[in-house]
């Protein structure tokens, strides 16, 4: 248990210990260090990232939106920012330490993300239920039998209408490195075109992707297709 989970924080994440699926995916549980290096990387602007991230997500008012992989929040609270309070955002991750940083920050500012604790790999909803799923910089840290459970499970979740973005780091061919692109190289890198597959595969039709216009970042918007 790290520092930054506080003794309030503590009985309520507790509670689903337990219950939690395995995983192989790559858990993080230093949300302090997560935080600055994310601070770092973007010096200082990871709010200009984040709504550019629910803008190419088309989040708006009144949405259901599952940020799943959400790490210490941030992206979760600026969504349900954007949703409003006719909207509702989950945070989902699989650590402790993350999601109760998450759940400090998420007070701090006032708004109510509903975080919980889950793998990517079985998500803890159910069917049909959500307008958007978001993750970032997380696919990375699947290995390839979880990233199709986790896109066959994001389907699942997905209302008829339904779409999902996925942001990560493409790796860069010039050999170029960002502090952000440092901390990630041991977990890889996922190609634009493999999420467009992946998604695919699922049964998810890609409408756009391209570069989010940060270093090797890129994004793939899916949507359930038509009358399937
Ligand atoms: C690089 S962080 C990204 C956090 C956040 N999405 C962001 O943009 O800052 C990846 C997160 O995915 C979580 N994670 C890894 N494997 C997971 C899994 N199988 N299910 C749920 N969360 C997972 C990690 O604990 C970590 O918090």
């Known amino acids: 248990m790290t520092d930054a989970v506080s003794k309030t924080e503590k009985p309520r994440l507790q509670a689903t210990r337990d219950q939690l699926p395995r995983t192989s995916g790559i858990v993080l549980h230093s949300p302090r260090l997560y935080d600055l290096t994310v601070w770092l990387a973007f010096l200082g602007k990871e709010h200009l990232f984040r709504q550019k991230v629910l803008n190419l997500g088309r989040i708006a008012s009144g949405e259901s939106v599952i940020d799943a992989g959400c790490g210490t929040g941030t ?41 919980k604790r889950g793998v990517a790999e079985a998500l803890p909803f159910p069917d049909a239920q959500f307008n958007a799923v978001l993750s970032t910089v997380m696919l990375h840290h699947l290995p390839q039998k979880a990233r199709l459970q986790f896109a066959t499970e994001i389907r699942r979740v997905l209302k008829p209408d339904g779409r999902v973005l996925i942001v990560d780091f ?44 940060i270093r090797d970042l890129q994004f793939v918007l899916a949507t359930v297709p038509c009358c399937s």
């Open 170 to 213: 493409e790796g860069f061919s010039d050999q170029k490195r960002s502090i952000l692109s440092h901390f990630h190289r041991p977990h890889g890198h996922v190609r634009a075109q493999d999420i467009v597959a992946l998604l695919a595969q699922a049964g998810l039709k890609t409408i756009e992707s391209g570069p989010v216009g």
């Open 75 to 115: 992206l979760a609270i600026a969504a349900k920012k954007r949703v409003g309070a006719a909207g509702t955002v989950y945070g989902l991750d699989a650590s402790m330490e993350m999601l109760a940083r998450a759940e400090k920050k998420s007070r701090r500012s006032g708004v109510e993300v509903l975080f």
